[in-house]
């Protein structure tokens, strides 16, 4: 089954739910006393003046909501680029922070290295360290970058 008798097919189920519906609200009406129907009867003119106003206000060829076979919301159409930046925001501000986080763990270890060669060197050594062959050649070695 192709994606344009799908769709027609969906179309079609929803204009016999729409009217179904539309005859069972009808019939139901009927049974209500006057004043009731004549507030249904304001409300609902209320609700087509506003959506009428919201399909003026709004351009049409924007944006298409629809939902996909799955069943999830898809929304297509033209985004103005600073809804695009917008979108972009969180992720460069994620990318930001993990950079930070990295160079702060970094210094932070390089510090508590250099904070614990500085106690090694400035300890007192025994005299049996100087006669350690392993030491003699640590002192006679180049000192590391």
């Known amino acids: 089954m192709n994606t344009t008798s ?3 097919e969906d179309s079609g189920i929803e204009a016999r739910l729409a009217a179904r519906l539309a005859g069972t609200l009808t019939q139901a009406t009927q049974n209500l006393p006057h004043d009731v129907s004549e507030r249904l009867r304001v409300a609902r003119q209320q609700a087509l003046a506003r959506a009428r106003e ?3 206000a709004v351009p049409a060829a924007t944006t298409v909501a629809g939902v996909s076979a799955a069943g999830a919301l898809t929304v297509s159409g033209f985004w ?3 809804q695009r930046a917008a979108s972009l925001l969180p992720l460069v501000l994620l990318l930001f922070g993990l950079i930070a986080i990295d160079q702060w763990m970094t210094r932070e270890q390089v510090l508590t290295a250099a904070e614990i060669d500085a106690q090694l ?6 005299p049996a360290a100087y006669t350690d062959p392993g030491f003699a050649e640590y002192l006679r070695g180049s000192p590391p970058p």
């Open 6 to 8: 799908r769709n027609s």
């Open 80 to 82: 103005p680029r600073w």
């Open 121 to 126: 060197l400035s300890d007192d050594l025994p």
């Open 54 to 56: 919201v399909r003026l």
